[in-house]
């Protein structure tokens, strides 16, 4: 079984400074990596997402992640951060769940970025 | 842009009394997901469906939860009766296939007194 590790729950950064939201994942076979963002009490906005081909995967908002298959990591990344991107960031798993014969998301427990003025 | 609509937005309700979610998916979408996220967590898959059958409900606690997608469009998941913990959000997501990217809707925030 698949497993997601945000190994940051909160990440303080101030405004136009760049900011890195650090993501392993454990998976005995190939996997499809996602990230989402969340802002208050609404659904999940999905950010990028990994299938295959180039490693540097570039998303919505100026955002960009890098599969790192040896080190099992998928750390998501923006240059210049706005006030606007106050809020709370998923990265997920997908791989095929035998059970369901289905491919399933698995998802870490979030880290809250805050942009300080 | 289409996406997924839930209803209702927020649910209050006392604890043992009944609650029910609604989902549209995003027109032509094939499988559909519900998942609970408790406050501070991540969300976790309760059921997901294919059509109208179930393709997975392992996590649906099945002695008060219920979910059904009777036509293959539209489901509703149904707490009988609500307990303390059951307070969350409740996400609904769809894709046109199990292989392909989930899109979420708003959620349904339940609270139970």
């Known amino acids: 079984a698949q497993s997601v590790t945000q190994l940051d729950s909160q990440v303080p950064v101030f405004e136009e400074a760049p900011v890195e939201l650090r993501c392993n994942y454990s998976?005995?076979?190939?996997?499809?990596l996602f990230w989402y963002v969340q802002y208050p009490n609404q659904g999940l906005q999905l950010l990028l997402k990994?299938?295959?081909?180039?490693?540097l995967v570039k998303g919505i908002n100026g955002f960009e992640a890098e599969f790192n298959k040896s080190q099992t990591s998928f750390h998501l990344r923006k240059p210049s951060v706005h006030i606007s991107d106050t809020a709370e960031y998923f990265c997920?798993?997908?791989?095929?769940?035998?059970?369901?014969?289905?491919?399933?998301?698995?998802f870490g427990k979030g880290t809250k970025l805050s942009v300080i003025p | 842009e289409a996406e997924v609509a839930q209803s209702p937005r927020y649910k209050i309700t006392e604890k043992s009394q009944a609650v029910a979610f609604w989902c549209d998916p995003i027109?032509?979408?094939?499988?559909l997901y519900w998942y609970r996220q408790i406050l501070g967590q991540g969300p976790e898959l309760l059921v997901q469906?294919?059509?109208?059958?179930?393709?997975?409900d392992s996590q649906l606690p099945k002695d008060r939860f219920s979910a059904e997608r009777l036509k293959g469009v539209d489901s509703t998941l149904k707490i009988q009766p609500a307990e303390l913990g059951d307070s969350a959000m409740y996400l609904c997501?769809?894709?046109?296939?199990?292989?392909?990217?989930?899109?979420f809707g708003p959620g349904t925030r339940l609270t139970v007194l």
């Open positions: 469906f294919q059509d109208e059958s179930v393709v997975d």
């Open positions: 027109s032509g979408h094939a499988t």
């Open positions: 997501a769809s894709s046109l296939a199990s292989s392909d990217t989930q899109y």
């Open positions: 990994y299938l295959s081909g180039s490693t």
């Open positions: 997920a798993v997908s791989d095929l769940f035998s059970g369901a014969g289905s491919y399933q998301l698995t």
């Open positions: 998976s005995s076979v190939s996997v499809y």
